[in-house]
């Protein structure tokens, strides 16, 4: 199983423009830049990866400390070729922490890291274990990698989303095949290692959990909410409900129509019990969606990607701060690699930075995080110096 997100294969190629439309397009994105400078967006370019022992292709979200240094994986590169855990202080030095050598200790962390009691930090890889099912580790302070969990195909097999924390301990997460179908799982991994599958998706109406970019999100009740790429009604992906006793609740079947398909990312949760996210496909120009699912079930969308300067095909989970809602796309903007950008309560999309690919990244497929200033913070899977991704800063 090979988890990657590359241009040509499931993502699409630039398409050709006439002479007249590539006019039009570059029109509206100067004015969409003379606006990025009229706020005093800041973009900073933080770190490039060259896919040696440095690693490359950041396909995960970072994270964050008091001290602000930042934490992440690297799916490729690193000693071993099998990805690396790397921190990132506030000079832009990079160490890497570990190497994952592709055997036993697990092989390509698709997703990012979260953090534990005295800063050690949790995460999964989609290959390597035991059974090369992919693992959950564990990562201490001075580097020691710990192998929590081996999956072995019937437990869940290549876990892409990642993990969420409870404040017991407990690990939850979701894996992309194996299970009683083979079509996915979503998990829990207790503090002593012991590991209870809490759901197995058929495929069918339940969904599949297949290329999930995103970790659960949990309510107060315990509940938690997630998204399906494929399976539903119209095989389009689904937003679903799993209880503390592991009942499914369908909450919303995407069409691939107006209302957005394939939801690739993970959910955000408000106060009101109201759910946040995104499809890769569909909406009013079929180049994807921002949409809204209430606790009745019912869907609106919020926002639908052209694929021209405002960006498409978004693929990372969305970070919401003070109503509004911050995310990347995966495709669009000045260079077609894709953009960051801002969605008001008013609906209103900004642009707060398109890429360029060769000099600051392209491809991002992962979701902001934001520090106490305001700044925020995110990784490009490919693009820069050596073409093997960035670690960048907005000030918005």
């Known amino acids: 199983m090979t988890s990657t997100l590359q241009t040509g294969s499931r993502i699409s190629r630039p398409r050709s423009r006439s002479v007249n439309a590539t006019l039009a397009w570059a029109i509206l994105l100067a004015l969409v830049l003379a606006t990025q400078l009229a ?6 370019l933080l770190y490039a990866f060259g896919n040696g022992t440095d690693g490359g292709t950041p396909y995960a979200s970072l994270v964050l400390d008091s001290a602000g240094n930042l934490y992440g ?30 055997g036993a200790d697990g092989a390509y962390p698709f997703a990012g890291l979260v953090r534990g009691p005295g800063g050690g930090l949790f995460g999964t890889t ?21 192998v929590l969990h081996s999956f072995k195909s019937q437990d869940g097999s290549y876990p892409d989303a990642g993990l969420l924390r409870d404040s017991a301990g407990n ?43 995103g970790s659960l999100v949990r309510d107060a009740a315990g509940n938690f909410y997630g998204t399906t790429l494929a399976g539903g009604a119209s095989n389009q992906g689904i937003v679903f409900k799993l209880d503390t006793t592991g ?4 909450l919303y079947n995407f069409t691939g129509g107006a209302d957005g398909g394939y939801p690739y990312a993970g959910l955000v949760i408000d106060k009101k019990g109201n759910l946040y996210g995104t499809t890769y496909l569909g909406g009013a120009s079929g180049q994807g969606t921002v949409f809204k699912v209430n606790n009745a079930g019912k869907e609106t969308v919020l926002y639908s990607f052209t694929g021209g300067a405002d960006g498409g095909n978004p693929t990372a989970r969305l970070l919401r701060l003070n109503g509004n809602l911050y995310g990347t796309t995966y495709s669009g903007g000045a260079s077609n690699s894709g953009v960051v950008f801002k969605l008001d309560a008013t609906r209103k999309e900004t642009v707060l930075h398109s890429f360029d690919y060769s000099n600051d990244g392209g491809y991002p497929t992962a979701r902001l995080i934001r520090d106490a200033a305001g700044n925020l913070y995110g990784t490009a899977s490919a693009g820069g110096a050596s073409n093997h991704g960035t670690v960048f800063k907005l000030t918005p």
């Open 39 to 44: 706020q005093g967006q800041t973009f900073t």
């Open 73 to 102: 994986t690297t799916f490729a590169g690193g000693r071993g070729s099998a990805g690396t855990v790397f921190k990132l202080d506030t000079a832009g030095k990079e160490t890497v922490l570990y190497n994952f050598k592709g």
């Open 126 to 146: 989609v290959e390597g274990g035991a059974s090369n099912h992919g693992t959950v580790f564990k990562l201490s302070t001075t580097g020691k990698q710990t």
């Open 171 to 213: 690990l939850y997460g979701a894996t992309v095949e194996g299970g009683a179908s083979n079509l996915g799982t979503v998990f829990m991994l207790d503090t002593t290692g012991t590991q209870t599958v809490l759901h197995s998706f058929t495929g069918g109406t339940d969904g599949r959990f297949s290329y999930v970019y």
């Open 247 to 250: 009942t499914e609740t369908i």
